[in-house]
């Protein structure tokens, strides 16, 4: 964006990086958000392909934390429904759970149900297969609410990985300000034209 002013460049910047703030929030309601956003990036990217900013590392450094950010979620459900003493059928079941709940309670609390969905479709999921292997309830309510917790903290990781992209991703696409020597002169109408033509 280097052929438009600082001003017009940093107001579409700005919007830019809003939207993929309202992207990440995808993540609540159980959607691949940093998935989304990374592409997003990529489209700016090819809108202006003279940023140097963005190069190979740039781009390793997105994937590899996207990846990073599904096994969090993915992983913190698995750990914490095993710690808690859940099998492998119940720990599968309550990912199921998960994803039902959220798909089913997204239209909720202006799509913060999905989230509620989400947690609590990991906890019933669990708690019902647990139940249909025949073991004591005290047990399958511990594996459910380790499932439960699980979903939660996974999704709140997730969030911070892509809070992370935003970060990443916002400080290469904010227009650099551009460095202009003012006139020497002590005239305030040389002045005020020189920072017009900034401007403008």
């Known amino acids: 964006m280097d052929f438009l002013p600082f001003p017009l460049a940093s107001l579409l910047a700005g919007a830019f ?3 993929l703030g309202f ?5 609540v309601f159980g959607l691949p958000a940093n998935w989304v956003l990374l592409g997003l990036v990529a489209l ?3 809108a202006h392909p003279a940023s140097d900013a963005m190069n190979v590392w740039f781009w390793v450094i997105m994937i590899a934390l996207a990846l990073v950010g599904e096994a969090l979620e993915l992983g913190m459900q698995i750990v914490k429904a ?3 003493g859940s099998s492998s059928s119940g720990t599968f079941a309550g990912m199921i759970g998960a994803i039902a709940g959220a798909i089913l309670l997204a239209p909720l609390f202006f799509g913060l149900g999905a989230l509620i969905g989400a947690v609590a479709g990991a906890w019933t999921g669990c708690f019902v297969m647990e139940m249909l292997k025949g073991r004591p309830l005290g047990e399958s309510l511990d594996a459910a609410f380790g499932a439960m917790v699980g979903r939660f903290l996974g999704t709140v990781c ?3 990985v892509g809070g992370a992209m935003l970060a990443l991703a916002a400080s290469r696409i ?3 300000m551009p460095t202009q020597t ?3 002169s002590s005239d305030p109408l040389q ?5 017009a033509g900034g401007v403008c």
């Open 44 to 46: 700016w990217k090819m």
């Open 182 to 184: 003012l006139p020497g």
């Open 23 to 27: 992207v990440l929030l995808l993540n």
């Open 191 to 195: 002045l005020v034209l020189a920072l």
């Open 174 to 176: 904010w227009p650099q």
């Open 82 to 84: 095993k710690r808690y």
């Open 17 to 19: 990086i809003t939207l």
């Open 158 to 160: 997730k969030c911070g």
